[in-house]
């Protein structure tokens, strides 16, 4: 498959943990990246290969992988986490990148 | 730290040709460490990567945009550039400029411009 998929929408009850998903074939041969985007902004960049934490971001933000399934996790989420996140990988031929269809996520 | 910029006109007519620019500060478009990429972003929707520009002149595109897209480096500006050409409706997006990191099997967008809005209409 060329796709990466996310479940279109999760809620998270504040201060609780979630689980944010992506499956495809190309995370078997290339970690993900992910993405959080605001309403209105440009995507920022919150985990990075290999499960790694840009400067700034909170460490509640983690992220984890096996097999065909990447996967981000926040820990105690809060009201400033709710956006749209999206995953990407390298194309598992090489040439090209993929991004997933984006997960809403929504703090209750 | 390397900042982008997006910039061009904001609405473009049905068959013509999309031209962006990304300015480029706080390092050089010759450098080699990063892909100097475009992806967009159609209302309501998730994101699409469109290609990137390496080593000045080394590219790479979406097979399904490869047609119809050229990125080109101008090192006299510190700028890369997009041109996307027979657009349609289904080109209106917001376009993002952005670096990919590429390290082995590791790859990574980071950072992003902030940008643009491209709306294709007569």
């Known amino acids: 498959s060329s796709e990466l998929t996310q479940d279109p929408a999760v809620s998270v009850a504040l201060g609780q943990t979630v689980r944010i998903t992506c499956q495809g074939d190309?995370?078997?041969?290339?970690?993900a990246s992910w993405y959080q985007q605001k309403a209105g902004q440009a995507p920022i960049l919150v985990i990075y290969?290999?499960?790694n934490r840009p400067s700034g971001i909170p460490d509640r933000f983690s992220g984890s992988s096996s097999g065909n399934t990447a996967s981000l996790t926040i820990t105690g989420a809060q009201a400033e986490d709710e956006a749209d996140y999206y995953c990407?990988?390298?194309?598992?031929?090489?040439?090209?990148?993929?991004f997933g269809g984006g997960t809403k996520l929504t703090v209750l | 730290q390397v900042q982008l910029q997006e910039s061009g006109p904001g609405l473009v007519k049905p068959s013509e040709t999309l031209s962006l620019t990304c300015t480029v500060s706080?390092?050089?478009?010759?450098?080699?460490?990063?892909?100097w990429s475009w992806i967009r972003q159609p209302p309501g929707k998730g994101l699409e990567w469109i290609g990137y520009i390496y080593d000045i002149g080394r590219t790479n595109y979406h097979p399904s945009l490869k047609s119809r897209v050229t990125i080109s480096v101008d090192t006299s500006k510190n700028q890369f550039s997009l041109k996307l050409t027979s657009v349609t409706a289904a080109d209106t997006a917001v376009y993002f400029c952005a670096c990919l990191m590429i390290r082995g099997a590791d790859n990574w967008f980071d950072p992003w411009g902030q940008g643009t809005l491209v709306t294709v209409s007569s």
């Open positions: 190309s995370l078997r041969s290339y970690y």
């Open positions: 290969p290999k499960n």
């Open positions: 706080g390092d050089s478009v010759t450098s080699d460490n990063y892909y």
């Open positions: 990407s990988s390298r194309y598992n031929n090489g040439n090209h990148w993929l």
